[in-house]
């Protein structure tokens, strides 16, 4: 059974940092890009964070740009979320992703990942 947990998340002041990880199991995913999503109540779920099978190339929403990071650590098949100089509007619930093509570039939309995790949530006070 494949599972992508995460965990990490919870309250955290403004200008505050959270790590958040995403552990894999049931399969490796060294060979499929991985990202970060997150909902907000009542707003769709938005792209965060993504990086290639490799770890050699990311890309980021361009509100998260320079403040958050996202990394991968293939021998242990999870994924992270450096957050840094977080905002209010950093809350939501995160969650991460396995795309479901080996070898891709990465993708900003939810179309293209078939393994989600349960989602961790992330409130950030003003």
């Known amino acids: 059974q494949v599972q992508l947990v995460e965990s990490g998340g919870g309250l955290v002041q403004a200008g505050g940092s959270l790590r958040l990880s995403c552990a894999a199991s049931g399969r490796t995913f060294s060979s499929y890009a991985m990202a970060w999503f997150r909902q907000a109540p009542g707003k769709e779920r938005e792209f965060v964070a993504g990086i290639t099978w490799s770890g050699t190339s990311t890309h980021y929403a361009d509100s998260v740009k320079g403040r958050f990071t996202i990394s991968r650590d293939s021998a242990k098949n999870t994924v992270y979320l450096q957050m840094n100089s977080m905002k209010p509007e950093d809350t939501a619930d995160y969650y991460c992703?396995?795309?479901?093509?080996?070898?891709?570039?990465?993708?900003?939309?939810?179309?293209?990942?078939?393994?989600w995790g349960q989602g961790t949530q992330v409130t950030v006070s003003s």
């Open positions: 992703a396995a795309d479901s093509r080996p070898f891709a570039n990465i993708v900003v939309t939810t179309t293209v990942y078939n393994y």
